[in-house]
């Protein structure tokens, strides 16, 4: 008797069947399914040691499975099944990596026995999946650390600020970027320390640069948790004493997607921030459920257009017109508006064309390390953006 389970996502029946002979023969007991409509039937079927995933599902493919598995925290080692491109498959691999999946490779058809084994194998090898134990060790032993990304002035080309962005340097899995264990920090309730280890880095590094004569802005995300903390205002003042900084340089980002309970208790402390100085963004919005009440209700002074819509505004007509909805709504609310993930030339002008005030992306700049950034100051002036 196993207890090693392992399922097979496939809608080829010959597939499924050799599949599950073969999984069979090491010792796993097999579910088969044929796509993601049967596994949002039954998602309890993702918990498995072992996933078999076809790239190719009908109307789904398997990137539409790799979030599904995302979203129901799949601790799942993932061989991903496919006969197209080498490119396409490592491409797949890479977004369930991204995805925080354990992805063990690719198995190509026709199938061979002796791959699929030695991909078994591997995960023996393969990191296990981030749990709530290694967030607290990494915040404990202060692994954060801080990436930076310039923020421009569209019309002219003037650096306005930049914005920090955590990463995490892990022992065994090297950098691993947010969109990995952000969503674990708040599971785990660790999202309010996380928190407060950026803003201490983030001010400190503010600190360094105004000493060295920089006068831009730097953008913080901080999560809406951190309002309810009992404190929260005199935590930030013992910061600014410490690190000697003015708010009036401090913007601090709110996801637009991230629950807020209570909307007068958030407003009343975030008009005690923008009274210290510091200005407020809602960042990703129209990526949320509740935009328009958090808009109307919450005191923000700048309004970021997340970088879904930026990044196909120039080859998407859905696309570019929501991205156009918001610049202009941030216009008659009069809020500055600023444009993520902007990449290429024509997302640009598209921006500029609308009025939209501010842009970042990697048209301008990847994030870097502070070391790095002075090395980008230092040729910004002789670039013309």
């Known amino acids: 008797m196993t207890d090693k389970r392992a399922l097979v996502i496939d809608d080829d029946c010959e597939i499924q069947t ?21 596994l949002a039937h039954a998602p ?6 072992l996933i078999l995933l076809d790239f190719h599902l009908g109307e789904f493919t398997g990137i539409d499975v790799l979030q599904f598995l995302d979203e129901k925290h799949s601790q799942a080692a993932v061989i991903l099944v496919s006969g197209c491109s080498h490119a396409v498959g490592e491409a797949a691999l890479a977004t369930g990596t991204r995805h925080g999946l354990r992805m063990l490779g690719l198995l190509p058809k026709p199938l061979r026995a002796s791959m699929l084994r030695e991909l078994i194998a591997r995960q023996d090898h393969a990191p296990r999946p981030l749990d709530a134990g290694d967030l607290a060790e990494a915040l404990r032993e202060e692994r954060l650390f801080l990436v930076y990304q310039p923020k421009l002035e569209l019309a002219g080309g003037r650096l306005v600020g930049v914005e920090a962005l955590v990463r995490w340097r892990d022992p065994l899995r090297g950098v691993i970027t947010p969109d990995r264990f ?3 920090a708040e599971a785990s309730r660790q999202i309010v320390p996380l928190s407060w280890q950026v803003i201490e880095q983030a001010f400190a590094q503010q600190a360094r640069w105004q000493a060295a004569g920089h006068t831009f802005g730097l953008a913080i ?23 000697g900084i003015p708010l009036t340089r401090i913007d601090l980002e709110i996801t637009e997607s991230a629950a807020i309970d209570c909307l007068s208790y958030a407003r009343q402390r975030l008009n005690g921030l923008r009274e210290r100085g510091c200005s407020l963004s809602m960042d990703d919005f129209g990526t949320g459920y509740s935009s328009m009440a958090q808009l109307y209700h919450l005191p923000f002074d700048q309004l970021k257009v997340d970088r879904t819509f ?26 500055r508006t600023v444009a993520e993930g902007i990449e290429t030339p024509g997302q640009r002008a598209l921006l500029e064309g609308l009025g939209c005030d501010h842009g970042q992306g990697y048209l301008f700049a990847r994030p870097m390390p502070a070391h790095q950034l002075a090395g980008w100051l230092a040729q910004y002036h002789q670039t013309v953006f």
């Open 18 to 38: 050799l599949l599950a002979l073969l999984l069979e023969q090491q010792g796993y007991t097999v579910r088969v399914v044929d796509g993601l409509e049967a």
């Open 44 to 49: 309890e079927l993702v918990q498995v040691e």
């Open 182 to 184: 952000i969503s674990l």
């Open 221 to 243: 995300n901080v999560a809406p948790q951190m309002l309810y903390e009992p404190g929260c205002l005199a935590t930030f003042d013992a910061l600014v004493e410490r690190h």
């Open 310 to 335: 930026v990044g196909a505004s120039d080859r998407c007509a859905e696309a570019r017109a929501i991205t156009t909805t918001i610049v202009e709504l941030g216009k008659r609310l009069k809020l």
